[in-house]
């Protein structure tokens, strides 16, 4: 979903500064190195498929149904300026072949830095650069909402998955140049971490590293470094004797609060209304919300990526919902035909959509402060990033503060939910542009 348009030629003002933290970079020609080098690589050294990609490719070609999804939502995107080309300035990829062909080459490789000339910067969710225009057709929002479809992708994750656990994604840890302890990727990362709560660490300062004078700092995989702790003392829990006050938490920059929402909305529309029902998955403790208060948030790519209890309760029912994985709504992409434009917010934007439909970690806690009662945190998997761990049970008793989860794999987008009656005032508004420190105080109960 990077929905930047055109080449360097055609739109010049599109060359933005380099701005960490995103998922995409701001400055599309980073983008252009990246996917460039994949299609040319991938060209260069023809493999045969990996059995769950040959698996994906069987299934396209013997269902009718998903057969014509995958041509037509190629075709569907127009051959004119600014589509004649991807995103990135090259050549679009026009077929489900070629697509499964730079899939193949991308499974061998994690999330690395580009430090050339003419780009600086990372991209933290390749498959969706890959998808980007085609799922933003028509057949490609029919085709990432099937079910069976999601069925084969979560597969395909799951396979991502293993590499980005093994030794050999660790690689991308080094102090070369594409490496995330460069120069640059250690100065975007303390950047990014150091702005929320207006600090100056270092990484070996901030983060709890297991042996910093060991290859990659003791980081044992690309998903070993990526769901790294800090240390307790960098992100203190806020006024953890007082109940009212409640923690951040997730490492996150505010997308949206929105007050009195319904148990049933249309979250497909532009106005992304929350519906509360689908968010919690239909769960029999869904009616408690109707109503009330959805507090939403969003992890960047240099984020931390673990979770933490806003306050302090039981657990009450914790399940991951399966979901979707590329689907976007179609107001973002070229299936509106109102605008037959893509829009440019990218990733983001569709953050309200996801917290219906995409695969997700639901949380219901029952707080101490009978103010609070019965509250829900969702942690909402966006593209590849989908794949979510809870790490509390049932019956469980959390002191604010204390970790209920994390993505692996990268980040998302977060929900905290309070009931109607609930009086949750204070939250930081929308337009803030540095992330809010995880544990830190988000908002305030009035009893």
Known sequence: MVHQHGDEHDIPDEHHVHRPGAWLPADHRTQKAWLGNQIDEAAKHKKELVPVLKDFKTFIESNSRIYMYFNSMFSEVPVKKPYDKDPTGHKQIRDYPHMLEILNHTFTTAPHWTDK????????????????????????????????????????????????????????????????FSPHGKKDMM??????????????????????KAKHYGY???????????????????????????????????????????????FWIKGQPYSVSDMLAHHELADNFAGGTVYQAFLSALSYHRWHSPVSGTIKKAFVQDGTYFSEPLFEGLGDPSTQEIDRGGISTGQGYLTALATR???????????????????????????C??????????KKGEQTGMFHFGGSSHVLLFRKHVKVEGFPQPGRKENVPVRSHLATVKP
């Open 117 to 180: 000339a003419e780009a600086v910067g990372m991209v933290g969710v390749p498959m969706c650069a890959i998808f980007d225009y085609p799922m933003g057709t028509a057949s490609g929002y029919a085709a990432f909402l099937d079910p069976e479809v999601n069925v084969h992708l979560k597969k395909i994750l799951n396979e991502w998955g293993k590499f980005l656990m093994s030794p050999k994604s660790a690689e991308v840890l080094g102090e070369h140049n594409s490496g995330w």
């Open 191 to 212: 950047e990014v971490a150091n702005a929320a709560a207006g600090t100056n660490h270092s990484f070996e300062d901030f983060f709890v590293v297991p042996d910093p």
């Open 220 to 266: 044992k995989s690309w998903d070993h470094f990526f769901t790294r702790e800090f240390k307790p003392e960098v992100r203190p829990v806020a006024s953890p004797d007082d109940d009212n006050v409640i923690a951040n938490a997730c490492e996150s920059k505010v997308f949206n609060v929105a007050t009195n929402v319904k148990l049933r909305d249309r």
């Open 361 to 387: 970690a639901i949380i219901f806690i029952e707080a101490d402060n009978p103010a609070i009662g019965l509250m829900a945190f969702i942690g909402v998997g966006m593209d590849e990033v989908s794949t």
């Open 389 to 398: 761990e809870i790490t509390v049970k049932e019956g469980q008793h959390v």
